[in-house]
């Protein structure tokens, strides 16, 4: 397995397994599956920020993606990203999910970026424990926040502080007691 830069050519696999996911689990809040066009429009515009997508191959096959984006828009969340894995569900277990996230964390970290965020349904066990493995923090549980499959739907975020960002403004590092 080699986790290497999304290149266009592979967003028919990229959508095919975003929307596999979508259509059958919690793990997308979503309803309408996605065309080629759409991730790739999405893709382009986390490229426009310096925002990487990361694949996952085995033997050329793309078997899973990933990439972070703002976690919000607000300037001061500016150092913080939340992330996004999914993998073809005959590669989950093996080991590509945790490679990718693996893969993203320094690249955030290089771009500035001090936490990164997973927003993963409460019931995605296997999700919660690999974010566990790697260090990331249950921080929040939000009751029935989705809905999907006829029924609310519980939201972990998790976060790891993965280092780079926050700079001590020069007034902060400066300030004295007044004599």
Not at 22 to 41: F, M, N
Not at 59 to 85: N, Q
Not at 114 to 141: C, W, Y
Request: glycine content about 10%; charged content about 20%; hydrophobic content about 45%.
């Amino acid at each position: 397995m080699i986790i290497r830069d999304a290149m266009e050519d592979d967003f028919q696999a990229i959508a095919a397994i975003y929307n596999d996911v979508l259509l059958t689990s919690t793990a997308i809040y979503a309803d309408d599956p996605a065309t080629v066009d759409e991730r790739i429009a999405w893709w382009k515009a986390r490229t426009r920020q310096n925002y990487p997508t990361l694949v996952a191959c085995d033997g050329g096959s793309v078997i899973g993606f990933s990439s972070f984006g703002d976690f919000r828009a607000w300037p001061g969340y500016r150092f913080t990203v939340e992330h996004t894995v999914h993998v073809d569900a005959a590669w989950r277990g093996k080991g590509a999910g945790s490679a990718l996230l693996r893969a993203l964390i320094p690249r955030a970290a290089a771009l500035g970026k001090h936490m990164m965020i997973g927003g993963i349904d409460a019931q995605n066990v296997a999700s919660l424990r690999l974010h566990e493995r790697l260090g990331f923090e249950r921080v929040a549980h939000f009751k029935e926040v989705g809905f999907k499959f006829g029924r609310f739907l519980d939201l972990v975020f998790v976060q790891l502080p993965i280092g780079g960002g926050y700079v001590t403004p020069p007034a902060a590092r400066t300030k004295t007691a007044p004599s």
